[in-house]
C-alpha cells in the first residue's frame, strides 16, 4: 500500500498564535500514526521564483490515515489555530509502492 504524505507551504501571519499550533499538533498526528519527514527548515531554492516560505511534509501510513487525520474531530481544533495564525496551502500526495 502506498504510503500519504501531506506537503504543506506555510506563511506565518501570527507567530504567537501559530506557536500556540506548533505545540499542539504534534499528538495529533501521532494519534494517526503520522511523522515529520520535514518541519520549516532552511530551504535552499533549486528552480523557479516561488516565495519561499515554511515548508512541512508529514507522513503516514497510507493516504487514508493522512486524510482520516486531516478531518479529524481531534486535528479540528488546532487547525482552527492554524487558519489563524498563517496563509497555507496544503496537499495530499501519494507516494508510489517501492519496486
Known amino acids: 500500500m502506498p504510503k500519504g504524505y501531506v506537503f504543506a507551504e506555510v506563511e506565518v501571519t501570527d507567530p504567537v498564535l501559530y506557536e500556540d499550533y506548533r505545540t499542539k499538533v504534534p499528538a495529533t ?25 515554511r515548508f512541512v511534509v508529514l507522513e503516514f ?20 489555530l492554524r487558519l489563524k495564525s498563517a496563509t497555507t496551502h496544503a496537499f495530499l500526495l501519494i507516494g508510489t509502492e517501492a519496486q
Open 29 to 53: 498526528i501521532a494519534a494517526y500514526g503520522g511523522r515529520y519527514l520535514v518541519r520549516g527548515g532552511d530551504p535552499v531554492r533549486l528552480e523557479g521564483d516561488h516565495p519561499m516560505h
Open 61 to 80: 501510513d497510507s493516504p487514508q490515515r493522512a486524510s482520516d487525520w486531516y478531518y479529524s474531530e481531534q486535528y479540528g481544533p488546532v487547525k482552527a
